[in-house]
């Protein structure tokens, strides 16, 4: 079974500072892909940042960047400088080649002023 | 242009009500998807499209009706619904099915009373 876990239900953060959501994975995949999804109280889900399984560099995105240990099966989402509208639900997911794309059950982010 | 689009963005329906659900995007994706998402939970897979072809049925109720008339749109058919059916409806699209990027519409907020 694949499964993707988050076990941060909640987190909060001061604006400014500096944030790390958890996530692991469970696959006998090779070949997958790995993507924070970000939804707000507005309700979209917005892409926040994709990681492809075969590169060994993290991916970054202006503050958002990842920490993927590939071996540990574990894809954490650091953000840096974090601001009020950063306020959302923050779900993992892993994607495989048959079409399937699993969520973790989301870490509900808080940024305070 | 990264854009799906569905409407409308609200719905409340009876039981014996019959309704449709429209998604659309314009980005020459050729896989789309429904979601059914519930509150603080992450979202469910329901149906894939490949190429106009339902390529994924995860098991769901025949009350629910997925339709692809074309490459830039996707229905979901809604009959005899149950109040448990209430959640949030979130139809997404990728380039191709797999582990492609997938981009979501805002979400149809559906309540079945």
């Known amino acids: 079974a694949q499964t993707v876990t988050q076990s941060q239900p909640e987190m909060s953060v001061q604006e400014a500072e500096t944030v790390t959501l958890s996530c692991t994975y469970d696959?006998?995949?090779?070949?997958?892909?790995l993507f924070w999804y970000k939804q707000p109280p507005s309700r979209q889900m917005i892409l926040v940042i994709r990681?492809?399984?075969?590169?060994?560099q993290n991916a970054t995105e202006n503050r958002f960047s990842v920490n993927f240990q590939k071996a540990a099966k574990s894809f954490s989402l650091k953000i840096s400088d974090s601001q009020l509208g950063d306020t959302a639900m923050y779900f993992c997911?892993?994607?495989?080649?048959?079409?399937?794309?699993?969520f973790g059950a989301g870490t509900r982010l808080t940024v305070k002023p | 242009d990264t854009e799906v689009t569905q409407t409308p963005k609200h719905l409340v329906m009876g039981m014996t009500n019959k309704k449709s659900l429209k998604c659309e995007q314009h980005?020459?994706?050729?896989?789309m998807y429904w979601y059914k998402q519930k509150a603080k939970k992450p979202p469910e897979l329901m149906f894939v499209?490949?190429?106009?072809?339902?390529?994924i049925n995860e098991s769901v109720p025949s009350r629910f009706s997925p339709e692809c008339p074309n490459s830039s749109l996707l229905n979901l058919h809604l009959h005899a619904l149950q109040p448990e059916d209430s959640a949030l409806y979130l139809c997404?699209?990728?380039?191709?099915?797999?582990?492609?990027?997938?981009?979501f519409g805002p979400g149809t907020r559906l309540t079945v009373l």
């Open positions: 499209y490949s190429y106009e072809k339902l390529s």
């Open positions: 696959t006998s995949e090779n070949n997958y892909y």
């Open positions: 980005m020459g994706h050729r896989a």
């Open positions: 990681q492809e399984a075969y590169k060994q």
């Open positions: 997911a892993c994607a495989y080649n048959n079409n399937d794309m699993r």
């Open positions: 997404a699209s990728s380039q191709e099915t797999g582990s492609y990027t997938q981009y």
